[in-house]
């Protein structure tokens, strides 16, 4: 299937007929599948931003799975992995696990287990983009800030009141209450909760 707008599967195993198996059944199933025969060929393909996941096998020659994922970690991808194994192995797939994978089926495996597994990975992936669109929108606004308007910003969301903040800034609180109000207006928010909670989200407390 070559429509763009479905969610996409890169394939990651060496046993050559299990990857055209794998391709066919996820094609049919409604996904866009690229295979690839090893870690290697993955990471030297033009991967896209787009809602995807990873189906990887976890042990392959030269560069197995995990090592595969410490790769992709470190490098600060945000492609969701479900692991494949043909050995079950509990204390792998917790280690897998706490690195990030977002699942470790064993081979072989069942069609529905594999579909489950692959949209629970796909609705992370989406999550992730959700969140990550809301911070940009989030930074965007907060550049409209003034300079005075960053230091009544970061007063007022750890809690200190406006004349508090007069004083430290040697300002009025008429003063004080202007700049507040063009805060909240320029981030967009309602209340004091709200405009705490884009300051945790943006990491300014």
Request: net charge neutral; proline share 3%; with cysteine.
């Given at each position: 299937m070559n429509d763009m707008s479905l969610p996409l599967v890169h394939v990651i195993d060496d046993d050559t007929p299990l990857?055209?198996?794998?391709?066919?059944?996820?094609?049919?199933?409604g996904y866009r599948v690229v295979t690839y025969e090893s870690a290697a060929e993955f990471l030297e393909a033009p991967i896209p931003d787009e809602l995807s996941c990873i189906?990887?096998?976890?042990?392959?020659?030269?560069?197995?799975?995990?090592?595969?994922?410490?790769?992709?970690?470190?490098?600060h991808s945000h492609i969701?992995?479900?692991?494949?194994?043909?050995?079950?192995?509990?204390?792998?797939?917790?280690?897998?696990?706490?690195?990030?994978?977002?699942?470790?089926?064993?081979?072989?495996?069942?069609?529905?287990?594999l579909v489950s597994a692959i949209e629970g990975a796909l609705e992370r992936y989406r999550e992730f983009v959700g969140e990550r669109g809301d911070l940009s929108t989030l930074r965007l606004r907060y550049a409209k800030l003034s300079a005075r308007?960053?230091?009544?910003?970061?007063?007022?969301?750890?809690?200190?009141?406006?004349?508090?903040?007069?004083?430290?800034?040697?300002n009025s609180e008429r003063t004080v209450k202007s700049?507040?109000?063009?805060?909240?207006?320029?981030?967009?928010v309602s209340s004091?909760?709200?405009?705490?909670?884009?300051a945790r989200q943006l990491g300014a407390i």
């Open positions: 990857r055209i198996a794998l391709y066919r059944l996820l094609s049919a199933c189906l990887l096998d976890m042990n392959m020659p030269t560069t197995n799975g995990f090592q595969l994922q410490e790769h992709l970690n470190k490098n969701p992995i479900v692991f494949l194994t043909a050995h079950g192995d509990i204390g792998l797939s917790v280690r897998a696990m706490k690195a990030g994978a977002d699942n470790f089926l064993s081979k072989p495996v069942q069609k529905d287990e308007e960053v230091e009544v910003f970061n007063m007022v969301v750890r809690g200190q009141l406006n004349k508090q903040i007069a004083f430290l800034l040697g700049q507040r109000a063009s805060i909240m207006e320029k981030m967009e004091v909760a709200q405009l705490v909670l884009a």
